[in-house]
């Protein structure tokens, strides 16, 4: 069983597209909010993150999601962070986020702005 925490990308297309695969066409969702939220994380800090998270990882990653799973679950108890960066495995060159709300820093997280989003329906003609 998993753990409360928040999931977030860089960008919107990539929520989008983290969503939308696995959303049966039937099932499109018609009550989504787009949340942009600011969070204080140094440049130096987040490529370094990256690294890590990637030598970890090991090249067969995509496949092991026991130990995508079991990393972020130890992340999550330890507290540590706010936020952990983790590869997209449906663009493996952009990055998701996991926000720790248990975190002493998620009161902080702000909030930039909410608006309803909508998926384009050409999406679901397939």
């Keep these: 069983m998993g753990v409360p925490v928040a999931y977030a990308s860089e960008h919107l297309s990539l929520a989008a597209l983290e969503l939308f695969i696995h959303i049966d066409g039937e099932d499109e969702p018609r009550d989504l909010v787009a949340v942009e939220a600011e969070l204080a994380m140094d440049p130096k800090i987040v490529e370094e993150q990256k690294r890590s998270i990637l030598k970890r990882f090991g090249s067969n990653w995509r496949y092991e999601v026991s130990l995508t799973r079991d990393l972020g679950d130890a992340w999550f108890a330890a ?22 709300p248990r975190h002493a820093d998620f009161p902080r997280m702000k909030i930039v702005q909410q608006r309803p989003f909508r998926f384009d329906e050409r999406m679901f003609k397939r």
């Design 79 to 100: 507290r540590e962070s706010l936020v952990m960066l983790v590869p997209s495995v449906v663009i493996e060159v952009e990055w998701n986020l996991l926000i720790n």
